[in-house]
């Protein structure tokens, strides 16, 4: 782990850093506000994380068009009525609400934990909605859904559902998202590749070795920042993402590897590391408000209902389970796994499943790679301040947010999600019925790459073993009702079969 994450209520603040040409007064109010002295931090720390997680998370302007839109008819979504999301348009949109979303966040929960679209969501709404429904129609039932999250976190059942939740299974999420986030930098930088056979499913690189040049410069980017890590050294990730980038864009004008396009198993991933033939862009902005609520005519009450349950659940909880990780890796949670304005940050990120539909960048969510910056020093939400600005920025310079390979951001992952997983050290292993839940939490979450899969077989095993093992005294009823609702998500395909939705 890293120096900043050592501090407790015992060692002495450090003493914020004075930005040149800052009036102390308006200084002393922003760190009053933020509580940067409070939690440990400084300035420096604070903009390095905030740079680092907009690093890390950079990829999405790039890979959410990819996933929504296209750049013709022929390789894009299409929807219902012949209609698709032109790439450009999207990585606009993308950018945009990333960056305001992450700076309502920051300003309001004032904590480091970055927004941008969500990635289950938006692979769900390509691949299964708008099959049934038209593009501003799917991004209707994402308003919707974001507008059942924020009554949720407003009326304050969200934060009881939260606070249900026992700590040992708080904890087990925050170790399940670092192994998930983990298997998300392997996969991404082709460490560990499909098999194409049923057993194994995936394997070691191509055929049991790393042959290509992009995964060898993952490997050697997970070197560098697991010595500067180890090391201590400050803004450890920042410079290793740098020094590896570097490297890559020498590689590739060397050997003109070139990017992959889901062809040559031997090529970079998302993008090439190259220097962009021009670096302004100006962004097309005509996807906002592109939104229509005629789902429910178009398909049927109960079949929209049931699009709209599959994105509320998949929302509520990969949002809460990413929360409770990153909070506890900040170590602003408390020993129930609770953090600051926990009821604020709830609300707001169900503003950004709003936001994200209105603007058809679909539902932006808090992003598990923003432990990058946690990792890196940032502990409030003025990290989250840098991190917006640049994602704004980003929708004039689109060009250089392609020049870090998804290989070198993958190494970063790797990195924070081994800081994750040293959480588990707090789990009780002597007790069994608390071994399996935890167990099936953390093993279930990069297994079937989703958060909200890992806390639903969490919580249904928690309540049932438990309550058998005669602990259903210590259970919260609530705890009882959403692991109801979550064997409701698990089996909603024969429902809707049954139903005919």
Request: charged share 10%; net charge neutral.
């Amino acid at each position: 782990m890293s120096e900043t994450e050592t501090h407790t209520s015992s060692t002495p603040a450090p003493k914020p850093d004075t930005p040149a040409g800052t009036n102390p007064g308006v200084k002393a109010r922003i760190d009053r506000y933020f509580e940067i002295t409070r939690r440990g931090s400084t300035y420096g720390r604070e903009i390095r994380g905030g740079l680092v997680t907009f690093v890390t998370m950079a990829y999405i302007v790039i890979l959410n068009p990819l996933i929504l839109g296209g750049f013709s008819a022929d390789q894009a979504a299409v929807d219902v009525a012949g209609g698709w999301l032109p790439n450009g348009q999207v990585a606009a949109v993308t950018a945009l609400t990333a960056g305001v979303m992450t700076i309502l966040f920051g300003a309001v929960a004032r904590l480091p934990f970055g927004f941008a679209a969500g990635l289950g969501i938006n692979s769900f709404l390509a691949v299964s909605v708008v099959g049934q429904v038209t593009w501003p129609e799917a991004m209707g039932l994402v308003v919707i859904n974001g507008l059942i999250i924020v009554l949720l976190a407003s009326t304050g059942l969200r934060e009881l559902i939260f606070n249900a939740v026992p700590r040992q299974l708080k904890i087990a999420i925050t170790v399940g998202i670092g192994l998930f986030i983990a298997f998300i930098g392997l996969v991404d930088s082709g460490f560990v590749r499909a098999s194409g056979a049923a057993s194994p499913p995936v394997q070691l690189g191509d055929n049991g070795s790393v042959v290509s040049l992009p995964t060898a410069v993952f490997v050697l980017g997970l070197i560098i920042l697991g010595i500067l890590v180890a090391r201590k050294v400050k803004a450890a990730l920042l410079i290793g993402i740098v020094a590896t980038t570097l490297i890559a864009v020498v590689l590739e004008a060397i050997f003109k590897v070139g990017p992959s396009f889901g062809q040559n198993p031997d090529g970079w991933n998302l993008n090439a590391p190259v220097l962009p033939s021009s670096i302004v862009s100006l962004p097309d902005l005509s996807l906002v408000g592109q939104v229509s609520f005629g789902a429910f005519d178009r398909i049927g009450m109960l079949a929209a209902s049931m699009l709209v349950f599959t994105l509320v659940f998949t929302n509520f909880f990969d949002a809460m389970g990413t929360m409770t990780g990153l909070a506890s890796e900040a170590d602003v949670a408390d020993e129930k796994g609770n953090f600051p304005r926990l009821k604020s940050a709830l609300i707001v990120e169900g503003v950004g499943a709003v936001v994200g539909g209105a603007t058809s960048a679909s539902s932006n969510t808090v992003f598990i790679e923003s432990g990058a910056g946690i990792g890196e020093g940032a502990r409030t939400g003025l990290a989250n301040i840098v991190t917006g600005l640049l994602f704004l920025a980003a929708m004039f310079f689109t060009p250089l947010t392609q020049i870090v390979p998804l290989e070198v951001a993958a190494a970063a992952l790797v990195i924070v999600g081994a800081m994750m997983v040293s959480q588990i050290r707090f789990i009780d292993f002597t007790e069994f019925s608390i071994v399996l839940p935890v167990f099936l939490t953390i093993i279930v979450m990069p297994l079937t790459y989703s958060i909200a899969n890992g806390i639903g077989a969490g919580f249904i095993t928690w309540v049932l073993v438990r309550s058998f093992s005669g602990k259903a005294r210590e259970i919260s009823p609530l705890l009882w009702v959403v692991a109801a609702g979550f064997l409701v998500f698990f089996v909603r395909g024969p429902i809707e079969v049954l139903f005919g939705a």
